[in-house]
């Protein structure tokens, strides 16, 4: 018998750290390819799928934070969900912009260090980077030789993330969620809206595609969350969308239809993973340093060793990307998330 969501969810471990950190290395091999030639479509799966590698990650991670977000939602309430979100986004990041800019490009640039930070694109840098996660923003005289400039080229994605939080939140406060037949309205609705979009003449606007595309499959996630008691876990069923998706590749539906298959798939793959094991969900979660820090260590790397492949540069890449989200999550991330413990914890004390 096929097991709900739910109880996916009831196991002793599910595989959602591990989920997520795949998902953070697989950006970082994406983008060993076109962080040195400067051509999206030399990264992986491009020519395949019309979609590179990095980006299939991303819609994985977002998939698994509308379902994992939505848990927190309900089960926190809208404040200590607003606490809980700001402990994990904001430390991470203000971290890495600091690191970055002020470490990192101190090392990196051509200018003499009085220069460097004299100059107001580094303060522009790091008010952008945190405030409208700006990640096409270049910093003065780094990696200037390199096909792309900017240091913290992944950012932009957390303007969705924290967009599709808002709108969760939105829903808590006005009491929608308890209503949640409107989950799978929502996610029909950007469906269809994104299949209109892809029968326009021409290639449909990547912004407009993008934004179509995150809150789908943000939604999709939050939906199986919201009727896991009903939503089965079944890997043929997975599969199936999977080759729904082949077939009607070339048409406006492949894309809604593929996201969709995604979502489902790495939300079977966190709760009804091949092997079941505890190392599968470690206390140490990776995941967001890796994806913060992947692109700097990368770009780095090239701008030392300009001759070498993106072969040659991926394995030190992931190595040294590993080590500095290790040191993120020890010295950074855990930390906020102590904090966070104990104010929810003391609100929870004296009610």
């Known amino acids: ?57 991303v819609n994985g991670f977002f998939a698994v934070s509308g379902f994992l977000v939505t848990m927190s939602m309900l089960r926190r309430g809208p404040r200590d969900y607003v606490v809980a979100r700001a402990l994990r986004i904001a430390p991470g990041l203000v971290a890495a912009a600091l690191v970055v800019s002020l470490g990192l490009g101190s090392l990196m640039t051509n200018l003499p260090l009085s220069a460097y930070w004299g100059d107001p694109g580094l303060w522009r840098f790091i008010s952008g980077t945190l405030t409208t996660f700006k990640s096409n923003a270049a910093l003065p005289s780094v990696f200037s030789e390199n096909p792309f400039r900017f240091p913290m080229g992944t950012v932009w994605t957390l303007k969705y993330e924290v967009l599709c939080y808002l709108g969760l939140l939105a829903a808590g406060l006005l009491g929608t969620l308890r209503w949640r037949w409107l989950a799978p309205l929502l996610v029909a609705g950007l469906a269809v809206a994104l299949t209109v979009a892809g029968l326009r003449a021409g290639e449909m606007p990547k912004a407009l595609e993008t934004s179509l595309r995150l809150p789908l499959i943000f939604a999709a996630g939050a939906a199986l969350f919201l009727y896991a008691d009903r939503a089965r876990l079944i890997w043929p069923l997975a599969l199936a969308l999977f080759v729904l998706a082949w077939l009607v590749h070339g048409t406006a539906l492949y894309p809604p239809v593929l996201f969709l298959a995604e979502a489902y798939g790495v939300l079977c793959l966190g709760l009804e993973p091949p092997v079941r094991h505890p190392a599968l969900d470690p206390r140490a979660d990776l995941s967001y340093g890796t994806y913060l820090y992947g692109w700097p260590v990368q770009q780095s790397l090239h701008a030392l060793f300009p001759a070498a492949s993106a072969w040659a540069l991926l394995g030190p890449s992931l190595v040294i990307t590993l080590a500095v989200a290790g040191l993120s999550w020890r010295f950074v991330e855990r930390p906020a998330l102590g904090w966070k413990a104990r104010l929810i914890g003391k609100r929870e004390a004296v009610a």
């Not at 959602?16 to 994406?30: D, I, K, N, P």
């Not at 990264?43 to 979609?51: F, I, Q």
């Open 1 to 57: 018998m096929t097991r709900t969501f739910a109880a996916g969810l009831g196991q002793p471990h599910n595989a959602f750290g591990a989920v997520r950190l795949t998902l953070a290395l697989l950006v970082v091999v994406s983008h060993a390819f076109s962080v040195t030639t400067g051509a999206l479509l030399d990264e992986p799966l491009t020519r395949l799928t019309g979609y590179t590698l990095g980006e299939h990650a």
